[in-house]
């Protein structure tokens, strides 16, 4: 009875191919979801571009971003008197290339953004997954904790372990993962709560599944959508609190490019040459702007309720 | 498949329960859900479970399998299943039970699968839970054992031909496709095949049935049942099916017990309970089917509601409804006494609801 009988070859690959077939057929339902907002796809293009622009910086950059040339000192940009297409966005106070400086900022604030998230997220569904399924003295510590978390203004808090562990890549990430996990595991443990009573994770128990089994194969998948949608709008976040510590020069160091402390370094020139702030603003902007937009779109295609 | 009267007596009882009391302890009070039930059942039986909705039936089942979850609670009473006793286990004894030698099928199948994962993993996952636990033990030279020689877990593919193979005993057409599909792409009577599946995965011992086809249409109740008794038969698993259909007991049972506010009122033989119901409550409940065709029929409706639980009468719980009911019976409670080989009934007029004396 319990010997197994071996499906023909065949008849797998053939049932495989009805299944891949099944999951783009899923795809495309999502996508016809997604793209009906049109705002969201524009948000997916910029971020395109940005992530894009971070990852082929060397080969996309005209010069060399951190290349002094005192000769040509605030040049203006492209379209302006004096401006030369050599320099599309001008120069800085340096003379160093500006579109070659935010083309690699890109780079930083998107490794900051995704360093960060992926190492929150990570810490966010354990603790969220433990604190919702366990419930107790488990679930009142981690929640207490997070709520000490909260407490701190986000960026006083960063600004504070920035200044007792020095600048640097590890420290910046760490300053931010610090409270950033909070967010997905406040997210993950309200997905838990509701799932936990729920008549499959009963189902689950009556067939002798073990707590583990439970909370990682049966619970977790039904957060992924919520997490998904949390970790792409958290991006916009992180990415806007490395630019303020790059700005207070707690972040990025120089000569490393960075928006915030470009931004930092040409608001002294604001009056005379705008160009070396503003741009940066204007891709920290877009960046932000984009990852919003497409994280709002995502949430409402992803959404359970609009499924089926 | 009636187990002959012989073989019931002498056979030791696969599940025995006694005076089993399981309370839920809510702010408004104790509820008493299960309150001293006690029952068997024998090898290849099938017993139904029937009464009205909180009559605590399900809550007998959730007992057996220990899943009674806050704020309800085992309070007292023994469930000796195979002759050792469930109430005493540790949850880690529970859980290797659970799905191994006692299964477990679920009312409602649209909610019981797990909506995200295809339905295929559900099966096999279901097959490898169990497939390590003899060598749980160890502590940390355990875990570092199974971590290095996993030899002893079944391998996906071998679970997978096994979750194939489950599938097409329960009848479900091309079952290496639907190994694929998620349950939102099934209908109900094939999810419902899945949970059976499922429940079959290790060849239980004792399946629980907590009303597997309440929610399905008339004509796949048919089907389920049809397969359950093709299961029954083929394996000779026993099964406890609770159930507040007296439609699907009828056709499917070989005893049935009638529960009312968390007691055991009347227990009998399918044909003994059909012909001579002596408990007031089991003949309202049988007044109370339609019957197609019989025009002379008049359904009859228990009148009242089920008491609040935790606000019974004293006395008989059913006296505020009974027909028959006078003061000593809205004072004493009845016991539960045999009044004929097998048949069981808990109440001072039974007397008075033999088939002549007609009663209600």
Redesign the interface.
């Known amino acids: ?7 023909t070859p065949v ?2 690959r053939a ?2 191919r ?2 891949w077939a ?1 999951t783009r057929e899923q795809l495309a339902d999502f996508w016809r979801r997604f793209s009906k907002n049109r705002l969201a796809v524009v948000g997916g293009v910029v971020l395109l571009l940005v992530i894009i622009m971070g990852l082929f910086a060397p080969w996309i950059a005209p010069h060399d971003p951190t290349l002094p040339n005192f000769r040509n000192r605030f040049a203006p940009p492209a379209w302006m008197e004096g401006g030369s297409w050599e320099h599309p966005l001008g120069t800085d106070q340096l003379g160093r290339d500006m579109l070659s400086r935010i083309i690699w900022g890109a780079r930083a604030s998107l490794k900051v953004g995704a360093v960060v998230i992926s190492f929150a997220t990570v810490v966010g569904i354990f603790m969220g997954l433990v604190s919702g399924y366990y419930g107790g003295w488990v679930d009142v510590v981690i929640q207490r904790l997070s709520d000490i978390l909260l407490a701190f203004p986000y960026l006083v808090l960063a600004i504070a372990l920035m200044g007792v562990m020095g600048p640097g890549f590890g420290n910046l990430i760490l300053a931010l993962v610090y409270k950033e996990w909070v967010t997905p595991s406040r997210i993950v443990r309200g997905e838990v709560l509701a799932a936990k ?4 994770v ?9 707590d583990r ?1 439970i909370m990682w ?2 619970i977790l ?2 957060t ?1 959508s919520s997490v998904i949608v949390v970790a792409t709008l958290r991006v916009a976040w992180v990415i806007l609190m490395e630019a303020s510590l790059s700005f207070l020069g707690l972040g990025v160091q120089p000569p490393e490019p960075a928006w915030g402390s470009m931004i930092a370094q040409g608001r002294e020139y604001i009056f005379s040459s705008w160009w070396l702030a503003t741009f940066p603003g204007i891709a920290i902007l877009l960046t932000v702007l984009g990852i919003n937009l497409l994280g709002e779109g995502l949430r409402d295609a992803l959404d359970p309720r609009l499924r ?1 | 498949m009636l187990p002959d009267t012989e073989r019931t007596i002498n056979a030791e009882p696969i599940l025995d329960v006694r005076n089993l009391r399981t309370h839920f302890f809510t702010d408004r009070g104790v509820v008493k859900a299960v309150d001293g039930v006690s029952f068997q059942l024998y090898p290849g039986e099938t017993v139904g479970v029937v009464g009205e909705s909180g009559c605590g039936k399900s809550m007998t089942a959730a007992s057996i399998m220990r899943l009674v979850s806050h704020p309800g609670r085992i309070v007292g009473g023994e469930i000796l299943f195979m002759g050792e006793d469930l109430v005493r286990k540790s949850e880690r004894e529970m859980r290797r039970l659970r799905g191994n030698q006692l299964a477990m099928i679920f009312q409602d199948p649209l909610t019981t699968l797990n909506p995200v994962l295809k339905v295929g993993r559900q099966i096999t996952e279901s097959i490898r839970v169990h497939a390590g636990d003899d060598r749980e033990d160890g502590g940390f030279f355990g875990w570092l054992r199974r971590l290095l020689d996993p030899s002893g877990r079944i391998s996906r593919k071998e679970a997978w031909d096994r979750a194939v193979d489950l599938l097409r005993q329960v009848g479900i057409p091309a079952p290496d496709e639907r190994m694929r599909a998620y349950p939102h792409e099934m209908s109900g009577g094939m999810r419902q095949r899945v949970m059976i599946a499922i429940a079959l995965a290790c060849n239980p011992v004792l399946l629980l049935a907590d009303e597997p086809t309440t929610a399905l249409d008339v004509t796949i109740q048919a089907q389920i049942l049809e397969l359950m008794q093709d299961i029954k038969e083929k394996r000779g698993t026993s099964i406890l099916l609770i159930t507040h259909d007296f439609g699907v007991v009828s056709e499917f049972c070989d005893r049935v017990i009638v529960m009312y506010a968390g007691k055991i009122v009347e227990q009998a033989p399918l044909d003994e309970l059909l012909d001579n119901p002596r408990h007031p409550y089991t003949q309202g409940l049988l007044a109370s089917i339609p019957r197609l065709g019989d025009k002379s029929h008049k359904v009859r409706p228990i009148k009242g509601i089920v008491p609040e639980l935790h606000d019974l009468p004293p006395g008989c719980s059913f006296s505020t409804r009974c027909p028959l009911a006078d003061e000593y019976c809205g004072r004493v409670e009845p016991e539960l006494e045999e009044i004929a080989p097998g048949h069981l009934v808990a109440c001072h007029k039974v007397d008075a609801t033999a088939a002549g004396a007609k009663g209600a």
């Open positions: 009875m319990a010997t197994a009988t071996p499906t008849d797998g049932a495989r009805r299944a099944r009573n729920v008549e499959y009963e189902a689950a128990r009556a067939v002798g599944a073990r089994h194969r049966e998948p039904n992924f089926e």
